[in-house]
């Protein structure tokens, strides 16, 4: 079999077969998977917002208010009983994006971190750490804004991770804030909006705020 000759046509054309072959493999694999991925992410999104919610809450259809996704719930009487609302905050190492659940009285019930890029061991303990070292949960919109023990509040920072804890708290505080917002729709009720955290100018480095 004659070899071809190193020309730039054939290299040319060689290098566009291999791109056009590659590219239809790889939308291949994406069509077969994606359907996968979606199924998955949507029973993710299903699992925070029954997380978050009052226990037997039924959930209505996803309104939007202010750009934010919220999923009003009623009780089995089809009475309003709470409502999960999707916030994003800017955190330490990206955006952070949480799923906060309140109760009808506007009682937080509970909340889930959907996607974060915040650093291991650190950060990344969102999750966890304001459930069971510093549980936030419980906390009352009439009692004004959530915020970390160095900012007056009474919720321990995560260690050596304050950044982060602080940007928590702002997404926490969007939540009560978007929930207060929407109550009266649904229960004729209404409290005041929670003041804002500070601006991500007052922060310190995220390493050097270890606590002991």
Known sequence: MKKLESTFLNMFLSLTIISLVAGAGLAYVKNFTQPKIDEADRKNLEDAIALVLPEGAQVGEVQQVDG????????????FNGAAIEVETDG???????????????????????????TPGLGAKLDKWFKERSDI????ISDGEVKVSKDGGKYDAITAATISSRAFMVGINDAMNTF???QSSFVGTATEPVA?????????????????
């Open 180 to 182: 207060t917002t929407i």
């Open 68 to 79: 934010k996704n919220i999923y009003p719930a009623t009780d089995e009487n089809g009475s």
């Open 92 to 118: 330490f190492g990206g955006k952070v994006k949480m799923m906060v659940g309140f109760d009808a009285e506007g009682t937080l019930v509970n909340y889930s971190i959907l996607a974060h890029a915040e």
């Open 137 to 140: 949960r419980g906390a009352k």
């Open 196 to 212: 804002e955290q500070p601006s991500d100018s007052t922060l310190v480095n995220e390493t050097e705020e270890v606590q002991l």
